[in-house]
């Protein structure tokens, strides 16, 4: 998880970080299998529907050819897609989607996090990603919250002063389907409150799938502290 400081010191030098390209082979299989599957649902709902199948397939198989036709047409406008870009510290390819819009993503291999649009560096200890992506797992006991000089609780985003604790939800996505089905109600929905600077109310995500409750930050400086200051269970 350490970050080294080598490439650190090239990041304040003005190093520009690996060209972000995109993954044209896995582009084009992915087109490819669009068209053909487009041509089948389509041959398929013209069949079905001389056939008379009834409302309920027609239904999905016609919003399955839909998707994958507006699939195909934003293909056609490049919006979307697979790419890869060399991590910045170890040289490994990072996979990723969407070329245009920016991310923050860790290598797999010497698990540093680098992030950008058309260039991927290693990510400035300040540095607050798009999305809350940094993970830390919960555990059973209470939570310690990071706090500014003064003491103060600090937002759990920016680096202002808390001002409030705002509750958020985590849905378990696979509690659901289960609960779908199931006769019992289960206890689905996960809530916590977090500080916030009033302004960052969405800077934390709360992922509750299975028996894991896991809260995602944006800030990198936050949630190394976060990390000090609740490490996860040894074992
Ligand atoms: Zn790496
Ligand atoms: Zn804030």
Redo the contacts with the bound molecule.
Sequence with gaps: MSQSSLGNERNSEGFHGTKVEENQNKNRTAVLSGLVLSVALISAFVYGYSKAWGFLPLFWIGLFAVLMVVFLVGRLFNKGGFAQARCPQCNTMLHFTNPERARTVQCEACKSWSAGTEYMSLISPDHVAEEPVFEVELGEGPIGWPTLEDGSRR??????V?TSMVQIQGVDAVGDLVGMVSPISIDRVKTMKVP?????KD?LLLDATGSELTLCFRSYSYYQEFLRLNPPDAG
């Design positions: 937002c759990s985003t920016c680096t202002k808390a916030s600077c009033g302004e960052h800077g």
